[in-house]
């Protein structure tokens, strides 16, 4: 493989993965200001906002990865030469987004059966249930501009991503101040009204992001909103076989992480908040390689389209290696200043020094989560979504889980027994996905030959 190839596959890739990371920290930053404006208020505002947002937050991944999939399928019309394809495909989406919507909502408003059967605090129950009714007014704008997005990316535009994310950022700040503390005359509505300020930031992201693709020369041609298609039952259907795989694939992961944190809830309070920290930073440093694994899909999908097998080994490559550079990084400084970074969240010592033994924990599994997150893009990209689908429910809940709960109670290793068994299930699902992916381009030619993109 020549090097000067190799080095533009790097830079192509890193020009679409830049927006696509800085616009998921915005969404990341969304959710910090809501935690921070609502802690300002009282605690229970705080645990009313934290319960409601991990509740939102399985229903949005699954429906995100539902609507994912229209980027790689995008990118391989792209790569065909086959543009007249772009809009028949989103408009199509709009409805499986649509169909994502009516479900999102219909769970978000009727959660407190749930809540009260989980043995959720009395106390934060009702301001729960508001913030999640309040969320269910913006859900349809939400998944329609997941869908916008998504094309966009689809066509290497990734830009747009990072500056509506931008404009949620702008438009959180004063939407939660005026309704969380009630100012300019507005009533105070605490949770409920953190959850009108984020279904405000759908609103205006979707709006803004329709007028940017119905004026920018870019997107003109492709006529997007020329006409409403009625749905199309056999197109709908290719989307779904790709794409809710793709979302059973990251509600497992979403569900490990959700399960090991309760259960880790049993553990105490110290326990408790030394996992949080470590949790929330290696999510945060997550955001690069799951930009990064994206990017992937897109340049993967275009060399689909162009039916050109060294390209997708290309694009494969340099995807991995610039998600394991940016893992080594953050391993690098979880190992080297984890009180440090622990200091960031709080001064507690008896919480740093958990978060220290996490922390290094946590370093070990970065190249494996960059491996895994990178394996399943590149997949994606090949429309292979179904076997990964289930390699990641094998991998999370019969390695990682399992393993982590033996080491955790019977071995009384506590959290770090539970992070050791979300190592062994991360390390699963890379080591599955790459021979996946492994087999996959072994017989990239004779599957490019017969292979249909979807729509």
Known sequence: MPKGNFSREIAATARLA?????????MVGMNTIDTVMAGRLDATALGSVAVGSSVWASIMLFSTGVLMILAPSIAQAEGAGERRRVAPLTRQTFWVGLGLAV?????????????????????????????LQALCWGVPAWAAYMVLRNM????????????????????????????MYGKLGLPALGARGCGYATAAVWCFQLLGMAIYIARHPRYRHLELFARLEPPDREAI?????????????????????????LLIGS??????????????????TFMVPLGLSMATSVRVGNAVGRRDPPGVRLAARAGVTLALCSQTVSAS????????????????????????????????????DGIQVSSAGILRGLNDTRV??????????????????????????GARGMWIGMIAGLTA???????????????????????????
């Open 18 to 26: 830049g927006p696509l990371v800085g616009g998921q920290l915005t």
């Open 388 to 413: 990964p689908m289930l390699i990641t429910v094998v991998a999370y809940w019969r390695v990682g889980l399992p393993l982590g709960a033996i080491l955790g109670f019977r071995f009384d290793l």
């Open 333 to 368: 400084l979880m190992l080297l200043v984890p009180a440090w970074i622990a200091g960031i969240y709080t001064d507690d010592p008896a919480v740093i020094a958990i978060a220290v033994q996490l922390l290094f924990l946590a370093a070990i599994f970065q190249l494996s």
């Open 103 to 131: 479900l999102g909502v219909l769970l978000t408003a009727n959660m407190r059966p749930v809540l009260e059967l989980l043995r959720v605090d009395p106390a934060i129950v009702p301001g729960t249930v508001g913030y």
């Open 152 to 179: 966009s990316e689809g066509l290497g535009a990734t830009r747009p991503t990072l500056y509506f994310g931008l404009l949620g950022l702008a438009v959180n700040v004063p939407a939660d101040w005026l309704l």
């Open 429 to 455: 699902a890379a080591v599955l996905l790459a021979l996946r992916y492994r087999a996959m381009s072994a017989r990239l030619p004779a599957e490019l030959a017969r292979q249909h993109s979807p729509a």
């Open 237 to 261: 259907g290719r989307i779904l076989k790709l794409g809710l795989p793709v979302g059973v694939m990251w509600l497992m992961e979403v569900s490990m992480f959700t399960i090991v944190a």
């Open 267 to 284: 553990m105490g309070t110290i326990m408790v908040a030394g996992h949080q920290v470590t949790l929330n930073f290696a999510a945060l």
